[in-house]
């Protein structure tokens, strides 16, 4: 039974460019949520996609956006990179309304 | 706003040497409170769900609890093996979505 899994496992970019990260759910659950985490803290909620739309969203500005396909993966693109979005990117992969979230390995992207 | 306080920052303890880690929050109605395990440059690990208070649960070494404004994630005779970031998130009662809000984490060392 397969985990989450995302990809790249890591980025480099530099400021102002485009870059978009993918993850593929736990096998049989339907919601993706994203999280960002800066280094020495916890996860930062981004958004959250249930049959392929945006059921809620964090503190975000509209440069971070996202999308869900008919398999349940999903993509999460950030434009205009700031030396800011430097962090680890998580995937979290659920059941609509179950509780628990399950973590991919996240995708670690340098801005420079 | 839903806020997860986590201490002590850092814990090094001996090898054996139990102790609890603290995570204190407030949230306008809980529908679960989540411990997770993170090691350096990876995805958090799932522990554990904690629903309503007075609850318990316990996993090799683990025990979390859980009151109506804090939970405790105790560690008995714990070993090197258990060293790693241990994160706390609550998920509020929502309409819609089920983003967790996470503490900042408690880095524990354990020395053998």
């Known amino acids: 039974d397969a985990g989450v899994t995302q990809s790249p496992t890591h980025l480099i970019k530099t400021r102002g460019q485009q870059v978009t990260l993918r993850c593929s759910p736990k096998s049989g659950h339907d919601t993706v949520s994203w999280y960002q985490q800066a280094l020495g803290q916890g996860p930062q909620f981004i958004f959250q996609?249930?049959?392929?739309?945006?059921?809620q969203r964090g503190n975000f500005p509209d440069r971070f956006s996202g999308h869900q396909f008919p398999n349940y993966s999903s993509e999460l693109n950030v434009n205009a990179l700031l030396l800011g979005d430097s962090a680890l990117y998580l995937c979290?992969?659920?059941?609509?309304?179950?509780?628990?979230?399950?973590f991919g390995p996240g995708t670690r992207l340098t801005v420079l | 706003e839903d806020q997860v306080t986590q201490s002590p920052e850092a814990l090094r303890l001996q090898e054996g040497e139990s102790s609890s880690l603290n995570c204190s929050y407030t949230?306008?109605?809980?529908?679960?409170l989540f411990w997770y395990r993170q090691d350096p440059g990876k995805g958090p690990e799932f522990l554990f769900t904690l629903y309503s208070a007075g609850e318990e649960k316990e996993k090799e070494r683990l025990k979390a609890t859980l009151t109506k404004k804090e939970s405790f994630l105790h560690i008995t005779a714990p070993k090197p093996e258990d060293s790693a970031t241990y994160l706390c998130a609550v998920q509020a009662v929502e309409t819609s979505g089920s983003r967790l809000t996470f503490g900042e984490g408690t880095q524990l060392t354990v020395n053998p």
């Open positions: 996609y249930y049959e392929e739309e945006e059921r």
């Open positions: 949230v306008s109605g809980l529908r679960g």
């Open positions: 979290a992969s659920s059941l609509v309304y179950g509780h628990s979230q399950f």
